[in-house]
């Protein structure tokens, strides 16, 4: 008899489905994230939420060298690969043991955010760090990445009227400011533009309700 599957699912044949959430600084990717895997959690999926940089023991311990607001200035590309030895021991050690099982993994920023941060606006060479995602992921590729995108303005607001302890040193270095994360959005609109198979767009100035089903239209076709 075959089998009958339930509204949303994934195939216990197949391996899982990778998802991952983009945006500039206050765009709301972890909200919406965990908004997502709670959805697919209620269609009794198996469902991994996970951040970057992040996610494992090493990750954690990374990202607090890298967006302490004391920390000392650094080289862009040394930001670059601090970013991706921690997405190394994440794909190896989380997202890809949950993609083997038929899990689906909802990530808060991948790859791409090195992209735009470290490339687009940090000015390291995009072909460098292309090269450097594929040591780090072992070519894993997002199968849909959904980019939370508003104006710069509204972002860093939302930033600066948060609790001051979430703030990171993207948000309070002098050398990051408004001109740096204008060129983080073009660059996340450009990789978008690129590679539209992969790639859908949500306006994150809308009501955070609002933004949770435009999310969910952007990935539902992933299940059936």
């Not at 489905?17 to 983009?22: A, G, R, S």
């Not at 090493?58 to 060298?65: N, P, S």
């Not at 983080?184 to 992969?198: N, Q």
Request: some cysteine; overall charge negative.
């Amino acid at each position: 008899m075959a089998r009958v599957c339930e509204p949303m699912c994934v195939s216990s044949q197949r391996p899982g489905l990778f998802i991952t959430l983009e945006g500039p600084d206050g765009s709301g990717k972890s909200t919406q994230a965990a908004l997502l895997a709670d959805r697919l959690r209620a269609g009794r999926l198996d469902v991994v939420l996970t951040r970057e940089p992040g996610g494992t023991a090493l990750g954690e311990q990374v990202r607090r060298v890298l967006l302490d607001v004391d920390a000392a200035d650094r080289d862009t590309a040394s930001d670059a690969l601090l970013f991706s030895a921690a997405r190394h021991q994440h794909v190896i050690e989380v997202i890809r043991p949950a993609l083997e099982r038929g899990g689906v993994v909802v990530c808060d920023r991948f790859s791409d955010s090195t992209l735009a941060y470290q490339g687009y606006g940090g000015g390291v060479a995009l072909d460098d760090l292309r090269a450097l995602a594929r040591v780090a992921t072992g070519g894993l590729t997002p199968q849909r990445t959904v980019l939370l995108d508003l104006p710069v303005s509204a972002g860093l607001a939302r930033r600066m009227g948060g609790a001051a302890a979430d703030l990171t040193r993207f948000e309070v270095n002098e050398a990051m400011g408004a001109d740096f994360h204008e060129r983080v959005r073009a660059g996340y609109l450009e990789l978008a533009g690129g590679d539209p198979a992969r790639w859908r767009v949500v306006d994150a100035g809308q009501a955070p309700d609002q933004v949770a089903e435009s999310v969910w239209r952007a990935v539902a076709d992933l299940f059936g």
